[in-house]
């Protein structure tokens, strides 16, 4: 998971009548991106800055408000284009004032929104397509990740097979392929088999599983690899304050390595993750915050952070990237970013 930024959320003090009365003419409406405890929220601070430069939302491409931390301040940023312009704007969410006005070339930005997913093929279709496109079966480490390049919602699609690393970018509405390219594999050995060939990553996991007596890990990852002439599952995952590594034979499920290590970021006041919300809660608990169904590229971890067990969240959603830090045993949202992907 990437690095967070120190962004800082704040209570702030009361609302001026004057952004009151803006806001009550401007109809404005709760946003998924409100600064919990601000003043004003960001349907509001998006009508400060629109009327500002004598603009509504109907009047502009599009308009995004994100939290930040400035000189002291909770603020909130304001980005609209308008006539080829990319305006982003700092409202204090304080006192509602605006504190800054930039402008710059928007190029492509707002030009063409990426569509809800749920709107294209889908991540399996494009993988179909590229798979077919290669004349391939049974891949392995395969990645799809939704984005937007040139112009375009495309998947883009990263998979393995027999010595050769591929790399697609696939049309999102149409499913075209729009580019494709294949390499040598480095990490790859002749006689490394199908994945479909062996124990599959499900028994590998559980075989490690039972060899450490754990049940119930979290953070856990599973890769193929070739390791010293054998076929193997690398697998990781956390449980009680400790990190655990093996090296399972992909053929056989015999152990082929085992390491346990005290995990860094573990806190004794760490609960079993049995006795938190999960990961399916907490991440269900971001997209009603974010008022998002369908992301892509999620993910969510289990960790210990500021005397807290808190779940960390990231997911994707017409061309926003969210971040969310969350309460493990509560569900309640202690954190959250959403900026421009």
């Keep these: ?21 803006i806001c009550i003419l401007a109809g404005c409406a709760e946003s998924g991106n409100d600064i919990k405890g601000a003043a004003i929220t960001a349907a509001q601070a998006e009508s400060v800055a629109l009327s500002a430069q004598g603009l509504t939302k109907a009047d502009v491409a599009y308009v995004s408000s994100e939290a930040d931390r400035e000189d002291g301040k909770t603020v909130y940023e304001v980005k609209f284009v308008k006539d080829g312009v990319l305006f982003e704007i700092k409202i204090d969410a304080a006192t ?53 390049e040139g112009g375009k919602a495309v998947f883009d699609v990263e998979f393995k097979k027999d010595g050769y690393e591929y790399d697609y ?48 890990p ?19 995952f956390h449980k009680g304050g400790y990190e655990y590594e093996y090296v399972v034979d992909a053929l056989t499920g015999e152990i082929l390595y085992s390491l346990k290590k005290y995990d860094e970021e573990y806190s004794p ?20 915050h974010a008022a998002v169904s369908d992301p892509y ?19 994707k959603k017409d061309g926003y990237e969210y971040e969310y830090v969350i309460d493990a045993l509560t569900g309640e949202i202690l954190r959250f970013e959403k900026e421009r992907d």
Excluded: W
């Design 218 to 236: 979290y953070n856990a990852d599973v890769d193929y690899d070739y390791e010293r002439g054998t076929a193997v599952f690398e697998v990781e």
């Design 1 to 21: 998971m990437k690095k967070r930024s120190s962004k800082i959320i704040v209570v702030a003090a009361l609302a001026t009548c004057l952004i009151a009365a």
């Design 269 to 288: 006041s760490m609960p079993d993750v049995t006795a938190t919300i999960g990961a399916e809660a907490a991440l269900n608990a971001a997209l009603a």
């Design 169 to 216: 970018v696939v049309d999102a509405l149409t499913g075209e392929i729009l580019s494709s390219y294949n390499k040598a594999d480095g990490d790859h050995n002749a006689q490394l088999p199908p994945a479909s060939d062996t124990i599959g990553t499900d028994a590998a996991l559980n075989a490690a599983l039972t060899h450490a007596g754990v049940t119930e």
């Design 96 to 148: 509602g004032k605006l504190l800054s006005v930039d402008t710059e070339n928007a190029g492509n930005v707002g030009s063409s929104a990426i569509p809800d997913i749920s709107g294209t093929v889908g991540a399996e279709a494009a993988l179909n397509a590229a798979l077919a496109h290669a004349g391939i079966a049974d891949p392995y480490d395969v990645d799809v990740d939704y984005e937007y």
């Design 297 to 315: 590229d999620a993910d969510t971890e289990y960790k210990y952070e500021g005397g807290k067990a808190v779940f960390e969240v990231e997911f």
